[in-house]
């Protein structure tokens, strides 16, 4: 029963990475605690190693569309691997009722960002010849990077809703070049984060592969028709679910059963 469930929710994680671009990752800590009744110990690694497969999986088309801005990439992954240690040691000092609380307001900034994320690009860091300042921009990018790290490393997301965000409206990045270098910084920030949990966690593989694999499948099925679907509206109404999920999250933390 629990490996289908593991099945099951994969498949929708990665439909919703698929169509969305990002964010979908978010409901997986959640779905391994409440639904396969995972210790976030436990699920917080397996969240990132299944998060990490997919957005490597994800980067594949990108990188052969030449998508990927690699020093972006470079300054960010910097920042962020030391950040994953940080957060991932101070994620073990605190109570598990903590890390959840944390992780719901986490998910209702998320949420947020997908009811009011606007398609403009910022130019905060752009040059007239559609560069990037780098010297104007390393004291945002380094900041946000370690941010996006820390938040990683703690619990256990990938950072997609920060990280596009960040490249577009604070470095003035092209959409599809930030999704497309988002992925990877995803995957170097979620392999230092599994690698800084790895020490103090039992890994179950079988949910594990059943639960990654799903969401390889599910994400390759649904960006392959992410055209045809009505974005917008997917990600208002996945953003609604988010807030849900947040809210018992709360509740069971707060008034547990």
């Not at 020490?199 to 028709?225: K, N, P, Q, R």
Request: with cysteine; net charge positive; aromatic share 8%.
């Amino acid at each position: 029963m629990t490996l289908t469930a593991a099945l099951i929710l994969g498949a929708v994680i990665g439909v919703l990475l698929g169509l969305l671009g990002g964010g979908g990752s978010i409901l997986a800590v959640p779905a391994l605690v409440y639904v396969l009744g995972l210790d976030i110990t436990q699920a917080i690694p397996i969240s990132l190693l299944v998060i990490g497969i997919a957005s490597a999986v994800g980067a594949l088309p990108k990188l052969r569309a030449h998508q990927v801005q690699w020093r972006l990439a470079g300054i960010f992954a910097a920042a962020g691997i030391p950040a994953t240690f940080v957060g991932s040691t101070v994620g073990r000092l605190l109570p598990q009722s903590m890390v959840m609380i944390g992780f719901a307001t986490v998910m209702i900034v998320a949420g947020v960002r997908m009811l009011f994320a606007r398609g403009g690009t910022g130019t905060a860091c752009t040059t007239r010849d559609a560069g990037i300042n780098w010297r104007r921009c390393a004291s945002r990018s380094i900041p946000a990077g370690f941010a996006v790290g820390f938040l990683t490393g703690l619990f256990g997301v990938g950072g997609g809703f920060l990280i596009i965000p960040a490249l577009v409206l604070m470095l003035g990045v092209e959409m599809q070049i930030a999704v497309a270098t988002s992925l990877i910084i995803i995957v170097a920030n979620s392999a230092a984060g599994l690698i800084s949990h790895l020490g103090g966690a039992s890994i179950d593989w079988a949910i594990t592969a059943a639960f990654a694999g799903t969401a390889v499948i599910g994400s390759l099925i649904a960006g392959h028709f992410g055209a045809r679907t009505q974005t917008d509206r997917l990600q208002r109404w996945f953003a609604y679910l988010i807030f849900s999920v947040a809210a018992y999250v709360v509740f069971d933390t707060l008034w547990p059963r």
